[in-house]
């Protein structure tokens, strides 16, 4: 990096591992929220909800964090519906690829999958789509 200013130099490296750190707390956040809607918000019952904050403590999210996506998850003023979706597609050569996507809009992700398997050079088949509502 060009310059002198050593604050300048902090802030881009630290600009950047936030940024990073950003988008691993919000996919936890959304599977923190799919395992309180299908076992409920009680660990101790829930074994895949014990099982995701197991991920979130080892990827250093405030426990801040995780008890409010549960209080978010279990009723608190939660709009969001998630529904995971599992693609089956062919790659390159014809390999069978299949993807599982969690989503709030079908269609935005049906394209954007789309899109990956025909830049890739694959196909995605138009009558596989399984669809498991969260």
Known sequence: MSGHSKWHNIQAKKG??????????????????????????DPAGNSKLKDVIAKC????????????????????????????????????????????????NRNRTAADIRHVFDKAGGSLGTNRMRIIYV
Do not use: C, H, W
């Not at 950047?16 to 918000?41: M, N, S, Y």
């Open 16 to 41: 950047k591992a936030d940024a990073a750190r950003g988008k691993v707390f919000t996919k936890l956040g959304r599977e923190l929220l799919i395992a309180v809607k299908q076992g409920g918000p």
């Open 57 to 104: 403590k080892a990827a250093n999210m405030p426990n801040d964090t995780i008890n409010s996506a549960i209080k978010r998850a279990s009723g608190a003023g939660n709009n969001e519906n998630y529904e995971e979706i599992t693609y089956e597609g062919y790659g390159p050569n014809g390999v069978a690829i299949i993807v599982n996507a969690t989503t709030d």
